[in-house]
């Protein structure tokens, strides 16, 4: 018969107190009676719970890596800044300290001994911000004493637990939405700078037209920086270079989106009715712009939650195989497309 293995939120449901408080009864913090400490370890026994790790200050901290390899796409901006909250949020649910480390490959001159620092540590486990990552950065950190999940990059090939959203549905769905408005000549601004969640929307938005019977040639492709100004100033400048616009675009994120829509504008374009256009990642800018824009909604907080929730189900139970989670995508329409 198999043995049920009981979390901290089973003790915490049954004892009818917050997994917080069993964290600190069964770690022997200060701030529970000792009285619920009893009741809380009697039915610890009773269920059979062990803690994987031993208790004491290792196992009350997630560690989260903020990784940058250039600091180009992962920057302070309202999109990471709601997923980390959404971490954070959870982790304290838990019972669990957030400790937030940021690692910059090219900037930061202690850069190996801080992964293997971070490798060494023992903690109740880490999340590694990998949207910046390549699969050779990936590799160094090797060695673990504490269980990982790369968050916001996939690495399909690599052994290595992750949590992300559906790019390659959120680039299919920005092009079926882009043509169900009846529109057939459709670019895509695309990051200059490549990394995977960029190029899994372009191909899912390149089969998304390609079920229509549509194609994306190379100059279909509209390269920009992927921040606000870095594309403003790129897409004035493709503009002066190629003359005239597609009816309609996707932009692989909000903030390229919008920067774009400025250069289109000032062109002398009128957005939806020359040039409809549609974002990624629903953030709080879409609904303040003129007009207001159509985007692929990514669900920030979910994100957050299923990573550290997935990070402490490998704490509980080990796993011979790699956790790889996809979170979905939806449109919200706006006002920057247009119905043809």
């Not at 594309?231 to 002066?240: S, T, V």
């Not at 190629?242 to 250069?263: H, V, W, Y």
């Not at 985007?295 to 509980?316: D, F, K, P």
């Amino acid at each position: 018969m198999k043995t049920m293995k009981y979390t901290m939120r089973d003790i915490a449901v049954k004892a009818r107190v917050s997994p917080a408080t069993v964290s600190n009864a069964l770690n022997g913090r200060p701030g529970v009676s000792d009285e619920v400490k009893e009741h809380i370890l009697s039915i610890a026994q009773d269920m059979g719970y062990q803690a994987v790790r031993e208790s004491g200050k290792a196992s009350r901290y997630v560690r989260l890596i903020v990784y940058r390899s250039h600091g180009v796409v992962v920057a302070d901006t309202p999109f990471f800044a709601e997923l980390i909250e959404s971490i954070q949020s959870e982790c304290h649910r838990e019972g669990l300290e957030l400790m937030i480390s940021h690692l910059h490959a090219r900037q930061d001159s202690d850069f190996a001994a801080q992964i293997r620092a971070f490798c060494n540590e023992k903690c109740a486990g880490i999340i590694l911000l990998g949207t910046e990552m390549s699969s050779e950065e990936l590799a160094l950190f090797t060695d673990l004493h504490s269980p990982m999940v790369v968050l916001d990059n996939s690495f399909p090939s690599e052994n290595v637990h992750s949590v992300v959203m559906n790019n390659w549905d959120a680039g299919y769905k920005a092009a079926r939405a882009l043509i169900a408005a009846g529109h057939k000549n459709i670019g895509h601004i695309t990051s200059s700078i490549d990394f995977r969640n960029n190029l899994e929307r372009r191909e899912g938005f390149r089969m998304g037209l390609r079920e229509a019977g549509l194609t994306l040639p190379q100059d279909s492709l509209w390269p920009v920086t992927p921040t606000m100004n870095g594309a403003y100033e790129d897409m004035k400048r493709l503009i002066q270079e190629r003359k005239t616009l597609p009816e309609a675009f996707f932009a692989a994120n909000d903030l390229m989106a919008i920067g774009s829509m400025r250069a289109i504008t000032e062109a002398g374009y009128r957005v939806p009715d020359d040039v409809s256009i549609i974002g990624m990642d629903d953030t709080a800018i879409c609904e303040a712009c003129t007009p207001q824009l159509t985007t692929v909604h990514v669900y920030r907080r979910e994100l957050g939650i299923t990573v550290t929730r997935t990070l402490l189900s490998l704490v509980e139970a080990s796993t011979p195989c790699a956790i790889k989670t996809t979170v979905g995508v939806k449109i919200v329409e706006r006002s920057s497309v247009k119905r043809k």
